[in-house]
């Protein structure tokens, strides 16, 4: 099981009721994700960014409304395959997240990293259109909210002791 934390913006776009039930406990080894919608200028851009290690994926705003679910688990998987992950984790992560709901973003943690994120994103624009390369990107990027007091994570590193000491540990 796993839930789709939404923002405001999100909640309405998706016609979700103002009232949802807190998020449940994730069955993935990522965790629950927290999905916002960006705009820079005309152009707007779904962020959803894991709660465990801040790994974001990119997502098409433009029909969120049918596919949220599809793109988002396609993008995680096309995110896992091109970290390197073996198939047998990236597959076992994708079918923990069946079935998805939706619950209103609250981590303040997770949240300001987006909104770094977002920050990041609208100077990558610039050179970068491919989502999956933005996304590695953002995975490459230094994060305080998931590192030491000494130091910052990297959401990649994260997310692949995550999932690799779960499959060791087996």
């Given at each position: 099981?796993?839930?789709?934390?939404?923002?405001?913006?999100?909640?309405?776009?998706?016609?979700?009721?103002?009232?949802?039930?807190?998020?449940?406990?994730?069955?993935?080894?990522?965790?629950?994700?927290?999905?916002?919608?960006?705009?820079?200028?005309?152009?707007?851009?779904?962020?959803?960014?894991?709660?465990?290690?801040?790994?974001?994926?990119?997502?098409?705003?433009?029909?969120?409304?049918?596919?949220?679910?599809?793109?988002?688990?396609?993008?995680?998987?096309?995110?896992?395959?091109?970290?390197?992950?073996?198939?047998?984790?990236?597959?076992?992560e994708l079918a923990a997240m069946q079935p998805i709901s939706f619950a209103a973003a609250s981590?303040?943690?997770v949240l300001g990293s987006m909104s770094d994120f977002v920050r990041q994103l609208d100077y990558?624009?610039?050179?970068?259109?491919?989502?999956?390369?933005?996304?590695?990107?953002?995975?490459?990027?230094?994060m305080s909210a998931i590192g030491s007091d000494a130091t910052c994570g990297l959401p990649y590193?994260?997310?692949?002791?995550?999932?690799?000491?779960?499959?060791?540990?087996?």
């Open positions: 099981m796993l839930t789709l934390c939404c923002t405001r913006v999100v909640r309405n776009r998706l016609h979700l009721p103002a009232q949802l039930p807190a998020p449940a406990p994730a069955s993935t080894r990522l965790g629950n994700w927290y999905v916002h919608l960006a705009r820079f200028g005309h152009q707007q851009i779904v962020l959803a960014t894991s709660e465990r290690c801040l790994l974001t994926v990119l997502l098409p705003a433009r029909q969120l409304r049918a596919s949220i679910e599809n793109s988002f688990r396609h993008a995680v998987a096309e995110l896992l395959t091109a970290l390197q992950l073996p198939p047998q984790i990236v597959s076992r981590n303040k943690r990558d624009l610039q050179q970068i259109a491919d989502p999956l390369h933005l996304s590695l990107r953002l995975s490459d990027t230094p590193e994260v997310a692949r002791d995550l999932l690799v000491s779960y499959d060791t540990s087996q």
